[in-house]
């Protein structure tokens, strides 16, 4: 069996942090020859790493540690009142798991939110061949999740299935949508889901305080972030 310590692992080079202005920012990258099976894949999220398309990697600044790795504890989570209205509101849609994302309807709902939401990000300007690098690069594990009202696609969730957990790869939805709040109905989805598997945990990617995008996290209690001592409970 592989060990954490046969790993190749590279280093980008220092380039624009895509969280904080101001500020530089390295990625170490997981050699992409090497093979990674599920186990494996659940001791990287288990330290800290993540997925993008093909490449596992997390961040590797310099001076700063604000990207700090959360899950949240799946058995424990409870729908407190703001959550239980955001199900309400959206008992219409259906969610089904789907075998692909790669039609013409999947890429011009990427394309809107990318234009909408992430215009000052390392995403824009989308394209085609980066969304297929992107989300149609997909492990044994990964799942992927339409959301539909009536006959309409109005959000997508990716995420892959852990031996204990789901990791939310990326959702993108609708955005003038924005009353439904889809962004925070697809977690809770994904916790329902990693509650049907019975699954432990649902990891969120990195919660950055000083970022608005990133630190909407913390609203899901309880929660573990990863620090040099382990994961500490929120």
Not at 15 to 35: G, Q
Not at 121 to 134: A, K, R, T, V, W
Not at 136 to 152: A, C, F, G, Q
Not at 191 to 219: E, P, T, W
Request: charged content about 25%; overall charge neutral; glycine content about 4%.
């Amino acid at each position: 069996m592989a060990s954490l310590k046969d790993l190749k692992l590279y280093t980008t080079s220092e380039h624009d942090c895509s969280y904080l202005p101001n500020r530089k920012a390295k990625t170490l990258f997981v050699d992409p020859e090497f093979s990674i099976d599920n186990e494996f894949h659940t001791r990287l999220n288990e330290i800290g790493f993540r997925r993008s398309g093909a490449h596992l990697y997390r961040p590797h600044c310099e001076n700063c540690e604000q990207c700090i790795p959360c899950r949240v504890l799946v058995n424990e989570f409870e729908l407190n009142q703001r959550f239980r209205r955001v199900m309400k509101k959206n008992d219409d849609l259906i969610v089904t798991p789907v075998d692909s994302i790669a039609s013409d309807d999947h890429f011009k709902l990427y394309e809107e939110y990318i234009n909408t939401r992430h215009s000052d990000g390392d995403m824009f300007p989308p394209s085609l061949d980066q969304y297929q690098s992107f989300l149609l690069t997909k492990r044994e594990d990964t799942i992927y999740l339409e959301v539909r009202y009536k006959d309409s696609l109005i959000g997508v969730m990716i995420c892959d299935r852990l031996l204990n957990a789901l990791s939310a790869v990326f959702t993108f939805y609708d955005p003038k949508l924005e009353k439904r709040s889809l962004g925070t109905f697809a977690i809770l989805w994904q916790i329902k889901v990693a509650s049907r598997l019975k699954l432990s945990y649902l990891y969120l990617g990195y919660f950055i305080k000083d970022c608005k995008k990133m630190n909407y996290k913390s609203q899901f209690q309880p929660c573990e972030q990863l620090y040099s001592g382990g994961w500490t409970r929120q």
